[in-house]
């Protein structure tokens, strides 16, 4: 007797004129808009569009991993070419869909399960911190609010981290996208750094200083944190390639703050795996040395990077290296300090809630071509704290550095509860970058800032995934042995 077949019509795998049909439909949509566009831009757009459609489509997962992709590695010469409606940019729209398919999941899957962690209400304060910080703008009429005020609410994606991720998330999707996007960065500034350069005489050095870097030391920090911990999933020796591409684009930053929050975060890595080690074997000089390796290996390998384009960039380095003891030698850094006392004079009139969002500082900065000062209204400010108290007043001050010391105890606890290796290198890895990122704020607000807001708030989300599911594995336990 045979099975019965269904009659599957036209469609089956072995229809010829269907996959003609698809690979004609493919070929069309990524070269008529080169043909009707005639611009290598736009074909890029509209392609990656395409592909980031297709890779998050009806799954909020998903759709904030290409959130964190598309946040981090979209040029900005793309970004500017992208005309939006309502000045919408291409990572608030994959956002905006990442929001639709959560609460679709919510009502029809989670049956309006809402998850929860201890650091909620944290979050939901400082978003109403926002909003009230957007009511003082519009009250002052600043101009800007528009501009200014969207990317503190980019940490709604915290929630639809909680909403959407689960615990094997973090490391085989999440944790992999925030190494890979390091390396895709590089490859930017290295391509630019060369481009920029003349090869053969190593003349016209240029210092690489996109906003994207910032992304670099996170990148690395996980690297770092995942060859210590893990190394037997993805082997030491594409670790350290890696880890040494991701390097090379970093040093070509020139970015003193940046290296020095890599510094701090790397010792806290350090400072971590040496408390997770039982006692017996703790030898700080095993940790010190990885580190040095680390910093040693990579020191190297820029030096012969340096040595077959002919680029002076350890002299550049040293030069711009030498700010930390004297920082009257750096032009640059003596704007900045102006910046800053403008801005304490700004807080000063508004001292609790402050100016509001869409608050403009008059910005300094030196011009070598007039060889003197300009100055211009700026909206946003080169340090983490000054932005908040300016913008969202002492709450705002308060609330999100408190924010960051509650997720990094959350992941110091993940880190000595869970015994996955890749886990606690995941752990690991986002407390350092939260320690360097403390420091890195005093110089850059990227965090509440601008883009990346959206980038640091999915890695605070998938700390507490982490903490969370411990501490409910812990808690079961515990019943079952009473």
């Known amino acids: 007797m045979q099975p019965a077949t269904m009659n599957r019509g036209w469609a089956t795998p072995n229809n010829g004129w269907l996959l003609a049909g698809a690979s004609l439909a493919s070929i069309s949509a990524v070269l008529l808009p080169l043909l009707l566009l005639g611009t290598a831009t736009h074909i890029v757009l509209v392609a990656g569009a395409l592909v980031a459609m297709a890779a998050m489509l009806f799954s909020p997962r998903r759709a904030l991993a290409v959130l964190v992709v598309v946040t981090a590695v979209?040029?900005?010469?793309?970004?500017?070419?992208?005309?939006?409606p309502l000045g919408l940019r291409p990572w608030e729209l994959v956002l905006l869909a990442a929001l639709l398919f959560s609460a679709i999941d919510l009502i029809f899957h989670d049956r309006m399960r809402l998850r929860c962690t201890p650091v909620d209400g944290l979050v939901i304060a400082f978003l109403g911190v926002a909003v009230i910080g957007s009511l003082i703008g519009i009250y002052h009429g600043h101009e800007a609010i528009l501009r200014n005020a969207r990317y503190p609410f980019y940490f709604v994606c915290f929630f639809l981290v909680q909403q959407s991720v689960a615990r094997g998330d973090v490391i085989r999707l999440f944790m992999p996208i925030f190494v890979t996007i390091g390396a895709v960065i590089s490859a930017e500034y290295v391509l630019e750094f060369l481009g920029a350069i003349d090869v053969s005489t190593g003349e016209n050095f240029v210092r690489i200083g996109r906003r994207q870097g910032i992304v670099l030391p996170v990148s690395l920090l996980m690297i770092a944190n995942w060859m210590v911990h893990d190394s037997r999933r993805w082997g030491q020796a594409a670790l350290m390639a890696l880890f040494l591409f991701t390097g090379l684009g970093f040093v070509l930053t020139l970015g003193r703050g940046m290296w020095a929050a890599f510094g701090v975060g790397l010792i806290t890595s350090v400072w971590l795996w040496h408390k997770g080690q039982p006692v017996a074997q703790r030898k700080p000089w095993k940790g010190i040395a990885m580190a040095l390796g680390l910093v040693l290996t990579l020191t190297a390998t820029v030096l012969v990077f340096q040595r077959v384009t002919g680029a002076s960039i350890s002299a550049h380095a040293a030069e711009r290296s030498r700010t930390f003891l004297d920082y009257s030698r750096d032009i640059q850094v003596l704007s900045r300090l102006l910046n800053y006392a403008t801005a304490l004079g700004e807080i000063a009139e508004h001292p609790i809630l402050g100016a509001g969002q869409g608050a403009t500082v008059t910005s300094y900065s030196f011009n070598p071509k007039t060889n003197q000062f300009e100055t211009w209204p700026a909206w946003t400010l080169d340090s983490l704290y000054l932005t908040l108290w300016l913008k969202l007043g002492l709450a705002g001050l308060v609330l999100f550095p408190w924010l960051?010391?509650?997720?990094?105890?959350?992941?110091?606890?993940?880190?000595?509860?869970?015994?996955?290796?890749?886990?606690?290198?995941?752990?690991?890895?986002?407390?350092?970058?939260?320690?360097?990122?403390?420091?890195?704020?005093?110089?850059?607000?990227?965090?509440?800032?601008?883009?990346?807001?959206?980038?640091?708030a999915v890695l605070f989300g998938l700390v507490m995934v982490l903490d969370r599911d411990d501490k409910e594995n812990h808690e079961e336990m515990k019943k079952r042995v009473e």
């Not at 979209?74 to 939006?84: G, I, M, N």
């Not at 015994?419 to 939260?434: D, I, M, Q």
């Not at 990122?437 to 509440?448: C, P, Q, R, Y």
């Open 74 to 84: 979209l040029p900005v010469t793309l970004v500017d070419a992208s005309r939006l």
């Open 404 to 456: 960051c010391v509650r997720v990094g105890k959350a992941g110091i606890r993940a880190f000595h509860r869970s015994k996955h290796p890749s886990e606690r290198a995941f752990a690991a890895g986002a407390v350092a970058t939260l320690a360097g990122m403390a420091l890195l704020g005093i110089s850059d607000g990227s965090m509440v800032n601008g883009r990346f807001a959206a980038v640091f």
